[in-house]
């Protein structure tokens, strides 16, 4: 860790780069500024490896009372056996979740040690996380993406939470939850940064510094939590907006702009650092709506643009990242949102740039009854997945498969698809 201070400060004071608010609600299309092409890379066939609430891992049973080695060695065969499986399935990279929250799976100068190893914020696990997945994945021929959710503190606001957030004021580091409470909002029933403060944006991209300098990392992702707000649970922002919001048409153009900025700043500090590792975003499928915007797709979903105010294809137009990784998670005959339509129009969207496209599946959808859905059971779902890598490999543009999440390939329902991904990419 010794030079990733000097080498973090330098980044951010060349990364930070104004750039004008949009004019107009149709986003104009500007003359692609190309990301570096890749070198004949092979299709990527991932999966996203899940740590908040410990959805994937670690093990809940490794935190429950267990002396220290017994959890350690629990864990760490707990994530070597799923590197085998994800091996054996053909999968080459993970998507590791390594910032689920205000908390790091590394050794950080920055943020205290994730609650999910231990149960307890801030004690060190016996571990490096993050090192520990590099060195087993690697050994594997396996890439690793860190992925971080760049503005969550924390997955609830409960009095409990508070108290262990409040906790950590002894730490160092302590969460931002305590060092700058000025920072914290609440939305969607969490504590969030808030991300109209330049200096939030500024200590998130130090945060994705401190890991690309430090670790050997094949890629950075950050996922489609940007403004994150629930119809009961909104952010307040007016005060923040009202002290930067200047100049802008509407608060919704002013977070978009927010958006931006903290995507630009962290694929130049990324490039600057360490021009090979990728920077890519997973955002919600639906771009904008043709209804809202002529050059929408032909669907009825939330959109990014609109929700999370993330104008994702413009990130694309303008070469900020190297890939993207939209979360298309409905069936080919699911009319508001067809997963056709959407893997088409995102192809269109990536053709004239050097911008990757890999397409997140819905593997957590397989072989569970749904109404609006009921392609997902039907042969256990292994037509429809057909249909959906067929497609993948059909449009050029398209360079890999995301699977979310890697425990569905270890559940009943999802089985008879885990056997045709096996027989389709293993080897």
Same mark, same amino acid.
């Given at each position: ?50 740590? @908040?609430?410990?959805?994937?891992? #670690?093990? =809940?049973?490794?935190?429950?009372? +267990?002396?220290? *080695?017994?959890?350690? /060695? ?117 504590? @969030?940064?808030?991300?109209?403060? #330049?200096? =939030?944006?500024?200590?998130?991209? +130090?945060?994705? *510094?401190?890991?690309? /300098? ?214």
């Amino acid at each position: 860790m010794k030079k990733s201070g000097a080498l973090i400060a330098a980044a951010l004071l060349l990364a930070s780069c104004a750039s004008k608010p949009p004019s107009s609600l149709v986003t104009p299309l500007p003359k692609p500024h190309p990301a570096k092409p890749a070198q004949n890379q092979e299709p990527v066939r991932g999966v996203w490896l899940t740590t @908040v609430s410990r959805l994937d891992w #670690p093990p =809940v049973t490794s935190v429950n009372g +267990s002396s220290p *080695a017994i959890r350690i /060695s629990q864990q760490q065969k707990a994530l070597t056996d799923k590197l085998d499986n994800l091996k054996s399935l053909g999968i080459n990279t993970v998507f590791f979740q390594v910032k689920p929250d205000g908390t790091a799976l590394w050794s950080s100068r920055i943020l205290p040690w994730s609650d999910m190893m231990t149960g307890n914020i801030g004690e060190y696990p016996g571990y490096d996380p993050l090192q520990f997945m590099l060195d087993e994945a690697h050994k594997r021929g396996m890439k690793v993406h860190a992925w971080f959710n760049p503005y969550r503190v924390s997955v609830n606001t409960k009095p409990g939470t508070v108290a262990e957030l409040n906790r950590t004021l002894s730490l160092d580091p302590a969460s931002v939850f305590v060092l700058h409470r000025d920072w914290i909002r609440t939305a969607g029933d969490r504590f @969030v940064l808030d991300p109209g403060i #330049p200096e =939030v944006r500024d200590w998130i991209t +130090s945060i994705v *510094a401190e890991v690309v /300098s430090n670790y050997a990392i094949d890629g950075v992702q950050f996922d489609d939590y940007f403004y994150t707000e629930s119809p009961g649970s909104a952010l307040n922002d007016s005060q923040t907006y009202k002290k930067y919001g200047q100049g802008f048409a509407s608060k919704a153009d002013w977070r978009r702009h927010n958006t931006q900025q903290l995507i630009s700043q962290v694929s130049h500090t990324i490039k600057q650092l360490k021009p090979d590792v990728e920077f890519g975003v997973s955002p919600a499928g639906v771009w904008r709506n043709r209804s809202f915007d002529a050059a929408g797709s032909d669907t009825r979903g939330a959109a990014a643009y609109d929700e999370s105010f993330a104008d994702t294809r413009q990130w694309v137009q303008q070469g900020l990242l190297d890939y993207i990784a939209p979360q298309l998670y409905w069936p080919f005959a699911r009319d508001a949102a067809r997963y056709d339509v959407l893997a088409k129009w995102w192809a269109d969207v990536v053709k004239p740039t050097n911008t990757r496209l890999y397409i997140g599946l819905a593997l957590y959808k397989v072989g569970v009854p749904a109404k609006n859905e009921p392609d997902w059971m039907v042969k256990g779902g292994v037509p429809e997945l057909k249909k959906q890598l067929d497609l993948n490999e059909s449009l050029p543009q398209i360079k890999g498969t995301i699977l979310f999440r890697e425990d569905y390939l270890n559940q009943p329902q999802t089985q008879e698809a885990v056997s045709y991904l096996r027989s389709r990419w293993g080897s």
